[in-house]
């Protein structure tokens, strides 16, 4: 059971908060107490627009215990438009054909379900095409 | 500062080893490496392992396997880097004799992976990933590799089945590795053939996890290193760089930084350069790991390591023989333990012991291991006196 | 060899920590080291754990830690040795620092253990034993000392009240520490009449498992280890013996004979005797081990430790000061970093700055931290110069 | 799910078969692959008689997953007849009050239940007062 750790990590799981460096404005994801740009101390929250493009992609076949209800599924390393980059799974593919360099947008879904027998889901980002 | 020898090497079998433990295994490898240093009186024994905790509950492991072997009122701890474990484990020991402190030790790299069983073996091995951040969003170490050959393939649109050329020499080198998982070349069709297990990454991509022990016994004793029928061996050179755990993390995926600025400094420690290197058992955990290593090592240009690796000669008659023994691929990955396993088939090259697939001549052997895709490399240069 | 110095120290309060990370406690510890020292360039981060696999899934720690801390491109690695983990890793550094090869590294002992709950705590402790003989017949560290303490009972009939000393004095110290969990004294009366976990040993008698870290920066390079408001300390002994992980492996389990030759070796290292040690952090984790430790230390005869431990002054203006900042007991128990917390409270008292509980022209220290039930025994010796 | 290691160690949890050493003729429990009397080769396995007696005792109000049914349950260390000590928990105590030094004899039970859905159970020895 790891409901401590999913709770601290809500907001930043929810909501794809990170920080922007109060010193050298670097954005920041996941969040870091030293900024990877300057060196200072990062504390200050910030919300990503959720938009950036695929940098690599491929496809699970095999999953860890609690991923294995979505198998066959599809992860990236998503390039946001702010800098960092993330990887989260692809969703809402329908009939698109992923591709490198395709824009993405954020969204919020069941990434996991927890081991025990109380089978706490937990959610999270995901990505899904830019429709239109 | 104390010069650092090996004085013994042993090693088991690797394989799917359901029947053996941890401190079985371990004491398997220890009697060999002992045995061929005449049993020489030990200090420490140091543990380079990455899964006894997490798939066998068993931590302070090194006091196990110690008791187990007879090693009584001795030192012992674990190292764990990820799947480079056995490399620290064997830079621990280094640094150890080097500073005079201990005199002789035995490093031992152990993993035992079939203590679990089913879809929880993706779990534990994930823990070499960033678990928020990565093994959080359902990748694996697997995942990792594909994400890495899939952004490869895109950016120098290689030949796919050029990808190939490493996983097909480890297995040819295999076939003369009685301690190897897979004695059995494949053919470039099979390869091509192969199923995808993370698009575009295929089943001969990945080096399959293993069980096995191996172990080294060294020593600042230079008496001991030598027998009439074994040249001493001096590691010349021990290094250790991280990278970011996370791809993400990295401003350049590709680049496998860690393994240029590891290599630089061991390169530099032992005085010599790559035209004196004989033998390089680099880390094929994945193929696209061996291609960005090559690059990353500048003994390619970015986007042109697949064709060093497919077009030059390195087999072990080549200009620059790689995983002579069969590597991760062929000889088996014993996650933990395989960079202990590295250092023993140098060992074997560098005393002429190793058989068919001997390289003519070699007196320095370069080994490297990594946890994680480059998140931490630990390289190591040996060299026969 | 090098000399090797500490150059800074740095800790987080310790405690039930739910809204902490592992790698946000290291990074308050490594800051707090790392000012003090006046941010030197570091080349190694080497990170003492025990949990961090098991309980929150996350190999290659140092790795997060660093990356984390933005100490990019240095060494790392992980060492285990049990609840002795953390002084493990101070002993890897001070033989890295040594050795030459590392001239300054950061060594961080760090614990998260709340990030799990419920009974499943019970199970990732209970890796420091042996897992196939002792932890499968359900026992757990708690119930080890409570097999000790009955036949330690049986053995010598001390009053039972009388081994509460340790504990007490723990709490008495811990009032004047900001860093520690409990801050509150306990009497005679509350300790006898306190509830029994594993009969006889009582809720007094066991130090509470704790999440916190601590960090130490050392260095080959005296000066950065000196400056105006604080004297340069130098570690002048590290050693490490092991007994059996199991109790019933051992010929006498009221021995703790690893204490033995772990004492016997620190002390001729750093070339001291026991009347110039001004001060003791011994490995009070249970009361009983606190008591095996003295008598096996030769500091009083088998079956006298309670006694000594009683009827002596051992609060920081006594004969030979114990637990001076709470010990394990009283600071709280983060397991894998408790021993860079000792290291860390030796420090305070050898700079002079350990406020109430000063030992008065404290020159040379013994700090000596405990895997199992004496099954890995790290000592170290600092010495003020 | 640990079945294979359970399996690895069916007979010495079932049986109380340790090992005797054929340099010294130690009495090895549980097996090791070097003798801790002589450093010789151990591997003649040996079927313990299962008789001993109490060293130390202890009463375990917590426990592990798998053992929770049990609480609270008595964990001996017992220092069998032919030499070496064991850990295991006593059982049909009754009336009897533990005492160290109190003779006792092996038996076989069940010990913990695997800590997964489908709650494999593991047996193997623990001790009883010896009768009358
Ligand atoms: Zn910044
Ligand atoms: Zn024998």
Redesign the pocket.
Known sequence: MEIPRHWRLQKQRYGLVGEI?P??S?KIFPARDV?P????E?KEPFRFSGKGSIYSYTVMNNAPVGFERGLPYTIALVKLDEGPTVTAQLTDLGANKVEIGMPVQMVTRRIKEDGDERGMLIYGYKFRPVMG | MEKVYIAGIGQTAVGELWKRSLESLSNEAIQGALKEAGKPEVDALYAGNLLASAASSQANLGVKIATNSGLDGIETMTTEAGEASGAAALRLGYLAVRSGYVRTALVVGVEKYTDIVGSSVENVISQTMDYDFEAMQGLTPLGQAGLLMARYLDSYHPPREALGALPILAHANAINNPYAMYRRAISTDAYHKAGLVCDPLNLYDAAPYADGAAALLITSDEKLSQTAEKAPIEITASTSTIDALALHDRPDALAFSAVTISVQKALARAGVSWSEIDLFELWDAYSIFGILSVEACGLAAHGEGWRWLAEDDHSPKGRLPLVTMGGNKARGFPLGAAGVYQAVEAVQQLRGEAGANQVDGAKTAMIQAMGGPASNVITHIFSKL
Do not use: L, P
Not at chain 1, 37 to 40: A, P, V
């Open positions: 460096c010193h050298c670097a900024c740009e300057c060196g200072g990062a």
